[in-house]
């Protein structure tokens, strides 16, 4: 039913798809204001409580302790297993759907980076595919542990810190990374997949449906890690990633394109004028539109072990993997996108 060019959800909506749509809202509403909720409850119970401000106080002590941490140790480790497997998860990856395809088996024995583009808005389906179990990353890859590179200041922000550790996430920052591509993971894993968005929150500004723009020509510092670790470079694409959103945008040199970029680099987040769908209707709101998203992983492209490599070394190994990235995605489109034809990866 349509009013006022409003399309309104029937009334008769399955339960489960009403699960599944409540779901997608309240993850959004996690990644998009948790960081605020975090500094904010905070704040409340340190100004305005009596009791709450002393475990508050205890709680920046064990931030300070648990800063630089690289396990997520076992009582975080059982909470999450419990959240990669939970009806909330389900019912998230259901909502679009969100589907894992590799096109090559990877030796469960190696660490790789896995590349992903395009960002998106909130790397929907990057999270279902790799930060869940439900559907099937560790039964398609055995043996390899998955985390996800997410902000750095997503773990700055208090209290929900603990959110993107029990989700086995990692920060950003390169001693993390060169720690987390040089080290062995615990058992039961052999091998481990890091899963960087190489574009970050800045991609987000180039999400419009139908296009695939991402940002790879200045970002090298991917490269030079892998080198440095010998490893192994994965593309991974999430074909349909920029569909679930579009978002009002300005001309580049105008005030709000400026204020934009401005915040961006002060929070590290990019503010973002969303526009998706709404509990009820479908044509505004927060909510992201149930448009189906396949993350596709590639074959890795092997790197040579070379602890302090050069700058014409990092250049040539960064133009061969775009060379590879471009050929993987181009052979892969077909199966995904609607007049492939017409749709090629954008370099911005």
Sequence with gaps: MEILGVKFAPLNVPLNRRLETLSAALWILIFAFGNFAGYILTAYFLFFTQTMRYFILLYFIWMYYDWNKFDVGKIRRKVLQWMRSCAWSRHFCNYFPIKLVKTTDLDPNKLYLFCSFPHGVLSSGVYGAFGTDIIGCRELFPGIEFRVVVL?????APLFREYCRVNCALGSSSEILTQQLSTRPPPPYTGK?????????????????????????RRKGFVKLALKNGNPLVPVCSFGETDVYDQLTWPDGSYMKRLQEYIRKKIGIAPILLVGRGFFQYTFGLIPRRKPITVVVGSPMELPKIEEPTREQVEEYHEKFVKHLVNFFENEKHKYIENADSVHLEFV
Excluded at 152 to 156: D, I, P, R
């Design 152 to 156: 750095n200041q997503h773990f700055k």
């Design 193 to 217: 997949a890091t899963v960087l968005i190489v574009g970050g929150a800045a991609e987000a500004f180039e999400c419009k449906p139908g296009t695939y723009r991402i940002l790879i020509k």
